[in-house]
């Protein structure tokens, strides 16, 4: 059974950047499709940005793109989302997801099957 585990979370300032990680233990992670989502306070968990398991494709949300990208390292079992030019509405918990059935990529969580514990990401001057 696949576990996934997020890092590199916390403050940072409006228009600054954060790398956030997630690495994988258990399962075959080269061949997961693989998503970031987050959750603010009082709102529903919303899709960030997914990758395929050849990572030669790539989704995000609107309200991301161009600013955020997301990247995988099958050699470290990890998928990274770079976040630059942050708002104050980035603030949110963001959790790493994979979808262990297929290696697509998915804007709906419930295609996937295994999410991790969620860091903090908050950004405020």
């Known amino acids: 059974q696949v576990q996934l585990v997020e890092s590199g979370g916390g403050l940072v300032q409006p228009g600054g950047s954060l790398l956030i990680s997630c690495t994988a233990s258990?399962?075959?992670?080269?061949?997961?499709?693989l998503g970031w989502f987050r959750q603010a306070p009082g709102k529903d968990r919303e899709f960030v940005a997914a990758?395929?398991?050849?990572?030669?494709?790539?989704a995000y949300a609107e309200s991301v793109k161009g600013r955020f990208t997301i990247s995988k390292d099958n050699a470290k079992n990890t998928v990274y989302l770079q976040m630059n030019a942050l708002r104050s509405d980035d603030t949110a918990v963001y959790y790493c997801?994979?979808?262990?059935?297929?290696?697509?990529?998915?804007?709906?969580?419930?295609?996937?099957?295994?999410w991790g514990q969620g860091t903090q990401v908050t950004v405020s001057s």
């Open positions: 997801a994979a979808r262990t059935a297929s290696g697509g990529w998915y804007r709906s969580s419930s295609d996937y099957d295994a």
């Open positions: 258990g399962g075959t992670f080269s061949r997961y499709g």
């Open positions: 990758v395929n398991w050849r990572a030669d494709s790539t």
